[in-house]
């Protein structure tokens, strides 16, 4: 069995979940006692496959194409199904971006398999992969197997492995040319853009306090942003009090927002679901304050306080206030 | 344009859950159920499109009979028609089954516009939208925040990383996976409620479409609590006493404050 990480470029720069897939697929092939591969993927990608060259890989695929300069998901795919047709490799492991969300499950129905979608983890039992991941927002884990004969897919959830693990080597690197045609590309894609300049960079913030569902409405935000400015904190709230209009989107945390990693981070009404924890579990000190003593934010935070953040919050602020005069 | 939204019914964002004693799925004796909440916002875009350029919104769901209650409160917020996929295994399908399930009801109704959320609330592969395109050999794009209708074609606001976005346009017929937050929710109108009793459900089975769950090409082997990464210092007393205790610890374990 041998595993191939398909890494992930845009203009010659890595996305850096990359290097924590190579460094899976390395991990995965010395538990099962196989070899590890890697394929970077678009136009002009000599460069980045040399790079990939430095690790200890069997072999490096640049896959080249000019119709791969810019992500389709019917070239992506079609060139991936090609790729894997030629490698045979038995286990197929992507970094779980968002461009990988948008083709993968493609590509795998094509050669009529399932994908295991955004992976913490896994173990080897019996010489076959088990794979966890996370149920109902991240409040219950599942084991998944692969049912189906090679080749499988699995894509990794962004800080589940260790970029800083990748084993330096030495690979041949081999360029692959696949088959395209510009007619099967149906999307056109057109220039990525930022909405507006952010005005506010919370990654620069030492403390943060951030805001989450458990506030119920717009009218209790005051109370949260009296505790931020006891702290000296700067504001900031998952995803679904942006999408509310309850707080302006620069101040999201999570996949879709900022990821910081303050000193403090003080989540208040917050359960954890996976898209926000992604961008704060960085964070030297967590604390949570939350109603649900099983809310998944408990799991990464060093203190919680269980109990009506209504409640909590004031006596906090007070306590804070007490604490600094 | 002909709309199909394709919802599921998950249990209640707020619920508290157990794992069930067999160890496969969570105890759903006691749940609450209601809306992806992704593919609320999926039928949001989908009656907001028609509203501007006419046609028919349907919704597509499969799901055990419960899940007609969420179909009633999509038909209440506007949609014309519904066709529920009736199947009380569906945890016995896998994304590819699942996929072809709703593939099979949506084929023979040639939609101009397919849309359903980015992920469910329970499983969340993010997985059924691209698979059910590749299926029906349709174009797709995920996690879109916009759409604009042309002549004949769709231009999209697709949500990349980081706060970035990307406009992708493609032709029509296409399927998107909508992300939340598109819009506001609308809520049903008293009139809506009245006038959905007398919208049609179309009922089909996984007989009917020629589906089954069988050959499965994942399997899920074991639901657990997760374990802790770290050891949580939990504070549990009354909201002052907690207070304090946790100030304490900032000020002198932590040294952050």
Known sequence: MSILAILEQREGQWNKMSFETLAAAQQM?????????????????GALAKELGTKRLEKVYAVEHELLKDYTPDAYAAALRQLVE???PSLVLFPHTYQVRDFLPKLATALDRVAVSDVVAHRVENGRPVFVRQL?????????????????????????????????GTAPVETFAPQ?????????????????AR???????????????????????P????????????????????????????????????????KLYLAVGISGAIQHLVGMKGSRTVVAINKDPNAPILEIADYAIVGDLFQVVPELTAAVEKAKS | MKIIVAIKQVPARDSQLRVASSGKWIED???????????????????????????????????????????????AKGADRAIHIEEEELGAYDPLAAARLLAAALQPEAPDLV????QSDDLGYGQTGVILAELMGLPHATIIMQVEKQDGSIRVKRELENGWFQHVEMPLPALLTIQSGISKLRYATLMGIKKAKSKEIRRLTAGDLGVSASHPRITLERVYAPERSKRTQVFDGPPREAAAQLVEKLKFEARVI
Not at chain 1, 180 to 191: D, F, M, N, S, V
Not at chain 1, 232 to 245: M, Q, T, V, W, Y
């Open chain 1, 29 to 45: 092939a010395q538990e099962l006692g196989t070899t590890a591969g890697a394929a970077v993927v678009g136009q002009g990608v």
């Open chain 1, 86 to 88: 030629h490698a045979k």
């Open chain 1, 136 to 168: 109902f927002q991240g409040k219950v884990n599942v084991d998944v197997r692969f049912a189906a004969g090679d080749p499988n897919f699995a894509s990794l959830q962004a800080g589940a492995y260790r970029a800083d693990q990748a084993a330096e």
């Open chain 1, 180 to 196: 395209l045609a510009a007619g099967q590309i149906r999307t056109r894609p057109l220039e990525w853009f930022r909405e507006s």
């Open chain 1, 199 to 221: 005005a506010v960079d919370l990654s620069a913030a030492e403390i943060i306090v951030s805001v989450g569902r458990g506030i119920k409405e717009a009218d209790n935000i």
């Open chain 1, 223 to 262: 109370l949260v942003q009296k505790l931020a400015d006891a702290l000296g904190a700067e504001l900031a709230a998952s995803r679904p009090i942006c999408d509310a209009g309850w707080l302006p989107m620069a101040r999201q945390v999570g996949s879709s927002g900022q990821t910081v990693a303050p």
């Open chain 2, 29 to 75: 004796a006691d749940l609450t159920y209601e809306i992806n909440e992704p593919d609320a916002y999926a039928l949001e875009a989908g009656l907001q499109l028609k509203e501007k350029h006419g046609g028919e919104v349907a919704v597509l769901c499969a799901g055990p009979a419960r899940a007609a209650q969420t179909i009633r409160e999509a038909l």
């Open chain 2, 115 to 118: 849309l359903t959320g980015l």
